[in-house]
């Protein structure tokens, strides 16, 4: 899986199209999608017409909260394949642990690896109760666990606790949809090295071994964003930058799905 990748969250059917296929142009080689997104078939036409060979394009797609449950999971797969217009998909996210079927999903997407139908499974939004929850029934340990993440979200436990336990974090609204642009500290370092907020933003994440997959649909900004991975911040930037943590959140906390 590549680590930096482009978001498809937010993005109108034809607005979707595009911007994958600029951002495959520019370089990039994952693409995170959803069911919710409701952009899948835009999604697989972008693929298609690239003409790259599929399997130098990483694509993730997720599990709706309303198709949870062994047999609604697998069904759901299916309807996502056949609007993405694909054979398989590189990785199948649990995209919010529902409490109402997260473990029965969890089985259907074990049933999709195991058959082949999919070439990782992993989970979104699973904080260290809800995936020690999860190895209580699970037999396969999640391949990724898709989180909000971002220096002023710095969830060092459980990036430690996935680490160990051999789950790459990818990380989500990774530029605080640039709600924390101005913040002093930031620009502080902009300037030292140069480089724009979501550049310095998106190096710390690359910085942690995160993979990132930033949201833009403006050509200039997937040119920027994709550019973070051609210079290295110092391991002090880094460290002073994790100091930045305030627990700030856009999204819902997983903490309220237990
Ligand atoms: N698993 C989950 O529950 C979950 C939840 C949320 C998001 N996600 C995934 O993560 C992806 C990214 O998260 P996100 O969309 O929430 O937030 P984000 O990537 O942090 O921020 C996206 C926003 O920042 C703007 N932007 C992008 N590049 C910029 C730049 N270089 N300078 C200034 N502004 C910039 C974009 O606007 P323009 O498009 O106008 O450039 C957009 O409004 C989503 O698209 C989705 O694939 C997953």
């Given at each position: 899986?590549?680590?930096?990748g482009?978001g498809v969250y937010?993005?109108?059917?034809?607005?979707?199209?595009?911007?994958?296929?600029?951002?495959?142009?520019?370089?990039?080689?994952l693409i995170d999608t959803a069911s919710m997104y409701e952009n899948e078939?835009?999604i697989?036409?972008?693929?298609?017409?690239?003409?790259?060979?599929?399997?130098?394009?990483f694509l993730t797609t997720k599990l709706n909260n309303t198709d949870h449950?062994?047999?609604a999971a697998?069904?759901a797969f299916?309807d996502s394949l056949?609007k993405l217009?694909q054979?398989?998909v590189d990785l199948y996210l649990i995209h919010w642990p529902i409490?109402?079927g997260r473990?029965?999903s969890w089985?259907g997407l074990?049933?999709l690896?195991?058959?082949?139908?999919v070439?990782a499974i992993g989970v979104a939004n699973y904080?260290?109760?809800?995936?020690?929850?999860?190895?209580?029934?699970?037999?396969?340990?999640p391949a990724v666990n898709q989180i909000e993440?971002?220096?002023?979200?710095?969830?060092?436990?459980?990036?430690?606790?996935?680490?160990?336990?051999?789950?790459?974090?990818q990380?989500y609204?990774?530029?605080?949809?640039?709600?924390?642009?101005?913040?002093?500290?930031?620009?502080?370092?902009?300037?030292?090295?140069?480089?724009?907020?979501?550049?310095?933003?998106?190096?710390?994440?690359?910085?942690?071994?995160?993979?990132?997959i930033?949201?833009?649909?403006?050509?200039?900004?997937?040119?920027?964003?994709?550019?973070?991975?051609?210079?290295?911040?110092?391991?002090?930037?880094?460290?002073?930058?994790?100091?930045?943590?305030?627990?700030?959140?856009?999204c819902?906390?997983p903490?309220?799905?237990?």
């Open positions: 899986m590549p680590l930096l482009l937010d993005m109108y059917k034809a607005e979707a199209e595009q911007a994958v296929e600029d951002a495959l142009a520019i370089g990039y080689r078939v835009e697989g036409n972008a693929i298609k017409n690239a003409g790259l060979d599929r399997k130098e394009i449950g062994y047999e697998l069904k299916d056949k217009g054979d398989y409490k109402e473990a029965a089985k074990e049933k690896y195991a058959e082949k139908r070439k904080n260290i109760t809800l995936l020690e929850e999860l190895k209580l029934t699970a037999n396969i340990v993440f971002s220096p002023w979200l710095y969830q060092e436990d459980l990036l430690a606790y996935c680490k160990a336990a051999g789950i790459q974090v990380s609204s990774p530029i605080t949809r640039g709600l924390k642009f101005s913040d002093e500290r930031l620009v502080l370092i902009c300037n030292k090295y140069n480089r724009t907020p979501a550049q310095i933003v998106l190096n710390w994440h690359l910085q942690h071994g995160i993979s990132t930033p949201k833009s649909s403006k050509k200039e900004r997937l040119v920027e964003n994709f550019d973070a991975t051609s210079f290295t911040l110092s391991n002090e930037d880094v460290k002073i930058m994790n100091g930045f943590n305030e627990n700030f959140r856009i819902d906390d903490q309220t799905y237990l």
